[in-house]
């Protein structure tokens, strides 16, 4: 035992006699115990235990009533703070609102996105409406995910933390508990499960970290892009941004600028602009599908399809071509590609995407 632990487990046993005449142990040192039962200071908890198993076995009983009152003082807080009705705020659960509406929304829209409503500018002009809307609560989202959870996690691990001990020192009144078989990791998990709000905990939990693994991805997508200087134009980078973002409001993995993929769209752009042609098929010998010119640019992944666009240098434009084109749409917001190629001649403009295994 520690010195700290030695000093505060003298100091409770004797702040009063410690037994009174025939009675058990008396009353201040029972309401002082407790106390120390549920404190948030695990050293002053850990003295509470020792302190009653010093009594010897005369107090064993009421040890046990204590304990049985400290797990439910344990429970009780756990559910108000779970539920949000303790002094420290749950940031998950104010999370978890906003990213439930977020996934119910994603799916609608993403069924509008992949909809071929024939160009029908009415149609377009609503689908640019729900992306804005959903942008907005997307980073509501993004932005209950960046809170600093310390005081929570904090006053989770205490009342935990204490369930836990009090759930093992409780075994010793009953070593056939189904509990005595779990280890510490299966013992949070079960108390967890078996709390009216706690067993919510976990969803949670797991939500907000999804929510901050994907806008680390798209961080990382946005550093990795921004470092290709020696190949790539600003209009690639800043077309990349725009598009990356938007597939994150939608749920959807960032794309990677990829050199070779990259090379095989300016080709095209290229060949297009020399020769007049406006085309996916090209008349170039060896360059005759999008998937020709991929291999012959060396790119080792599949293609998962190629957009074109002749009209504007600016990046904002040919995005907001294909967006409201329903085919160049589905490309663009189509999963299962993680690399993107954009190739640039004057006002023409040609991308692709597809997959590395890498």
Known sequence: MNRCALQLTLGLLVMSPLLAQDSGPSTEFKQRASQWMVSTAGAKRKAAYRSWLQLGP??????????????SYHSTHLDQLVRGQAAT????????EQAKQLDEERVRVMALLKTDWKKD??????LRDEMVQLTKLSNRVNHLAAADTK??????DALVGGMMEVTRELERFD??????????????????QAQVEGCLLPAQQGRFELTRKHSAALAAAETANAALDHWA??????????????????????LLLEEKLAAATRGHSEDMARLGFFAHNSPVPGKTTPWDRARLAGFQGSGTGENIYTGSPNFEAAYQAWFGSDGHRFIMFGDGCNVLGVGIAGVIWTMMTGRTSG
């Open 233 to 254: 134009t600003a209009a690639m980078k800043n077309f990349a941004t725009l598009l990356n973002s938007q597939r994150c409001v939608m749920g959807l993995t960032p």
């Open 121 to 126: 500018p009415a149609k377009i002009a609503m």
């Open 58 to 71: 005369e107090a064993l009983p009421a040890y046990r009533q204590a304990l049985a009152s400290a797990a």
């Open 89 to 96: 705020p749950n940031p998950y659960a104010a999370h978890q």
């Open 151 to 156: 005081r929570f996690d904090l006053a989770l």
């Open 175 to 192: 070593s056939a508990a189904e509990t005595a078989a779990m280890d510490d990791a299966e013992l949070k998990a079960h108390l967890l």
